[in-house]
C-alpha cells in the first residue's frame, strides 16, 4: 500500500470514529416532570427536585434530560400532557401538583414509571395496592395535606375564637374534594362553627367566590388544599388583605406571601424526595417495590406583621407552638 493510500484511509477512519463510538453511546434517559401548578410559582420546588436527583447520582444535562409541561391550575390539560409525555418515550414519569397530575399519569400508561406527589390517600385514589408495597408501576410520596382540613379549622379558631362565620374556599374539580368537604363539615359541627363554602375552580368562579364571601360577611376563611389555589395564591392572600380575614393555607409560600397562617408539611422537602425515588428508579428499582413515603412533621408558620395589620392578637401559647414566625 502507498503511503498516500493509507494516510487517506487513516484519516477516513479518524473522522468515522468519533461517529461510531457516539452511536454507540446508550441515550440519555429522559424525566416527564408533568406539574398541576405553574413554572413561575415552582422554581424553588424544581430546584429542590433536582437536588433530590443528585442525591441519586442523576444531574440534568449531564447524565439526565428533564421535559417539564405545566397545566397552570387547569386539570382538564392533564391528560393530552401526560399522553404527550408517554409519546415521548420518557423513561420515568414524576408527577407534581397533586393527586390531578398522578391520576392523569395513572390512567394514560401502566408500563412506564410513575413517581407521583399529591395531598391525600394514594390507595383509596387507585394509585397504589398498599402503601409498603405499591405493585404496579406508580409509587411515590404523599403530603397528606388534603387530610389537614380539620386541624386547620381549629387553628384558625383557636387564633380568632369565637368568629360567628368562616369561609371555606373549595375546588369542587380537585379528586379529594368531597372528602375534604365532608371532614370540614364534621369538624365545624364539633366545636359548633357555622362554615359557608365558596366553590371556585377557574378565575371566574374564583372572583364570584370571592364576591359571595364578601356577600355574606364571614369573618375568617379557611383556604382548602389544592393546585389551582397554589397557582393563584397571591391574588386569594390578596383578597384576604383587602377584607381584612384571618385565613389559613395549607403550604409556608402563602405565610411568606403575605398570608396569616399556614399549617402542612416542608414542600420543598417533598418535592426533593420527588427526586430522590425518580432517581432510585432511573437507577433500576421497581416502583411496585419501592414504599409509599409520608412526612413525619407539620410546620405551623405565621406571619406577625400581617397579624398586626389585621389586628389579630396571636395567643403565646400559639407563638411558642409555630415553627417560623414571620416578623
Given at each position: 500500500?502507498?503511503?498516500r493510500?493509507?494516510?487517506?484511509i487513516?484519516g477516513?477512519?479518524v473522522?468515522?470514529?468519533?461517529?461510531?463510538?457516539r452511536?454507540?453511546q446508550?441515550?440519555?434517559?429522559?424525566i416527564g416532570f408533568?406539574?398541576?401548578?405553574?413554572?413561575?410559582?415552582?422554581?424553588h420546588?424544581?430546584a429542590a427536585?433536582?437536588?433530590?436527583?443528585?442525591?441519586?447520582?442523576?444531574?440534568e444535562?449531564?447524565?439526565v434530560?428533564?421535559?417539564c409541561?405545566?397545566?397552570?391550575g387547569?386539570y382538564?390539560?392533564?391528560?393530552?400532557?401526560?399522553?404527550?409525555l408517554?409519546?415521548?418515550g420518557?423513561?420515568?414519569?414524576t408527577?407534581a401538583g397533586?393527586?390531578?397530575?398522578?391520576?392523569?399519569a395513572?390512567?394514560t400508561?401502566?408500563?412506564i414509571?410513575?413517581?407521583f406527589?399529591?395531598g391525600?390517600?394514594?390507595v383509596?385514589?387507585g394509585?397504589?395496592?398498599?402503601f409498603?408495597?405499591p405493585?404496579?408501576n406508580?409509587t411515590?410520596v404523599?403530603l397528606l395535606t388534603t387530610?389537614?382540613e380539620?386541624?386547620?379549622?381549629?387553628?384558625?379558631?383557636?387564633v380568632?375564637?369565637?368568629?360567628?362565620l368562616?369561609?371555606?374556599l373549595l375546588?369542587?374539580?380537585?379528586?379529594?374534594?368531597?372528602r375534604?368537604l365532608r371532614?370540614i363539615?364534621?369538624a365545624?359541627?364539633?366545636i359548633?362553627?357555622r362554615?359557608?363554602v365558596?366553590?371556585a375552580?377557574d378565575?371566574?368562579e374564583?372572583?364570584?367566590a370571592f364576591?359571595?364571601?364578601?356577600a355574606?360577611?364571614?369573618a375568617a376563611?379557611?383556604?382548602?388544599?389544592n393546585s389551582?389555589?397554589?397557582?393563584?395564591?397571591?391574588?386569594?392572600v390578596e383578597?384576604?388583605a383587602?377584607?381584612?380575614?384571618?385565613?389559613?393555607?395549607?403550604f409556608?409560600?402563602?405565610?411568606?406571601?403575605g398570608?396569616?397562617l399556614?399549617?402542612?408539611?416542608d414542600i420543598?422537602?417533598?418535592y426533593?424526595q420527588?427526586g430522590?425515588y425518580t432517581?432510585k428508579?432511573?437507577?433500576g428499582?421497581?416502583?411496585?417495590d419501592?414504599?409509599?413515603?409520608?412526612?413525619?412533621?407539620?410546620?405551623?408558620v405565621?406571619?406577625l406583621?400581617?397579624?398586626?395589620?389585621?389586628?389579630?392578637?396571636?395567643?403565646?401559647n400559639?407563638?411558642?407552638l409555630?415553627?417560623e414566625?414571620i416578623?
Amino acid at each position: 500500500m502507498r503511503r498516500r493510500d493509507f494516510i487517506s484511509i487513516f484519516g477516513s477512519a479518524v473522522a468515522i470514529w468519533p461517529l461510531a463510538a457516539r452511536a454507540q453511546q446508550p441515550a440519555m434517559p429522559v424525566i416527564g416532570f408533568m406539574s398541576s401548578r405553574a413554572p413561575e410559582d415552582s422554581e424553588h420546588l424544581v430546584a429542590a427536585f433536582r437536588r433530590g436527583l443528585r442525591e441519586g447520582g442523576f444531574v440534568e444535562g449531564q447524565n439526565v434530560a428533564i421535559e417539564c409541561r405545566w397545566a397552570r391550575g387547569d386539570y382538564d390539560r392533564l391528560p393530552a400532557i401526560a399522553a404527550e409525555l408517554v409519546n415521548r418515550g420518557v423513561s420515568v414519569l414524576t408527577t407534581a401538583g397533586g393527586d390531578p397530575a398522578a391520576l392523569a399519569a395513572k390512567r394514560t400508561t401502566s408500563t412506564i414509571p410513575i413517581v407521583f406527589g399529591l395531598g391525600g390517600d394514594p390507595v383509596s385514589a387507585g394509585l397504589v395496592q398498599s402503601f409498603n408495597r405499591p405493585g404496579g408501576n406508580a409509587t411515590g410520596v404523599t403530603l397528606l395535606t388534603t387530610l389537614m382540613e380539620p386541624k386547620r379549622l381549629g387553628l384558625l379558631r383557636e387564633v380568632v375564637p369565637g368568629v360567628p362565620l368562616v369561609g371555606v374556599l373549595l375546588n369542587p374539580k380537585f379528586p379529594t374534594a368531597p372528602r375534604q368537604l365532608r371532614e370540614i363539615e364534621d369538624a365545624a359541627r364539633k366545636i359548633d362553627q357555622r362554615i359557608i363554602v365558596a366553590n371556585a375552580s377557574d378565575d371566574a368562579e374564583l372572583e364570584a367566590a370571592f364576591s359571595s364571601l364578601t356577600a355574606a360577611r364571614v369573618a375568617a376563611l379557611l383556604v382548602t388544599a389544592n393546585s389551582y389555589f397554589d397557582v393563584r395564591r397571591d391574588r386569594i392572600v390578596e383578597f384576604a388583605a383587602q377584607q381584612r380575614l384571618p385565613a389559613i393555607y395549607q403550604f409556608r409560600e402563602y405565610a411568606v406571601a403575605g398570608g396569616l397562617l399556614s399549617y402542612g408539611v416542608d414542600i420543598t422537602d417533598g418535592y426533593r424526595q420527588y427526586g430522590v425515588y425518580t432517581a432510585k428508579i432511573l437507577n433500576g428499582a421497581n416502583p411496585g417495590d419501592l414504599p409509599v413515603l409520608q412526612p413525619t412533621k407539620f410546620e405551623t408558620v405565621i406571619n406577625l406583621k400581617t397579624a398586626k395589620a389585621l389586628g389579630v392578637k396571636i395567643s403565646d401559647n400559639l407563638l411558642s407552638l409555630a415553627d417560623e414566625v414571620i416578623e
